[in-house]
């Protein structure tokens, strides 16, 4: 490789090289940072989603509305069936976990 690359394409190539892994090592510092607002993030929605037909059945109309917002991102509906959900995150996650059988099947109103 020497006799193929010069040595002012190599600098070049070790610096951009560095660069990225700068930019990689802010990157992975930050998350470190924020982990624990994730964390706290998970625990409020993991929370939710075990009381969503309570709050649902509950709830005004506004706050119905609001919950939904908050879990939900689309719907798609065929002759007045809901034939696929996407959720919000973290709701996806919460909802692929196979531990808790509370936040697996919340209820009826659980899609």
């Known amino acids: ?22 930019r990689l090592n802010n990157m992975i510092e930050s998350i470190r940072q924020r982990q624990h607002l ?21 709830g005004s109309f506004d706050q119905k509305r609001l919950l939904c ?13 809901i034939t696929k959900a996407e959720y919000n995150a973290p709701f996806a996650i919460i909802l692929r976990a196979s531990g808790s059988e509370s936040v697996k099947d919340g209820g009826r109103y659980w899609i």
Do not use: P
């Not at 490789?1 to 190599?10: G, K, N, R, W």
């Not at 917002?69 to 069936?81: A, F, M, P, Q, S």
């Open 1 to 22: 490789m020497e006799e193929e690359i010069s040595l002012s394409d190599f600098k070049g190539h070790r610096a951009n090289i560095e660069a990225e892994k700068s």
């Open 38 to 58: 994730v964390k706290a993030d998970f625990e409020v929605a993991r929370e939710l989603a075990t009381q969503f037909d309570f709050l649902y059945e509950n």
């Open 69 to 81: 917002e908050t879990v939900l991102k689309r719907l798609y509906i065929e002759d007045g069936n």
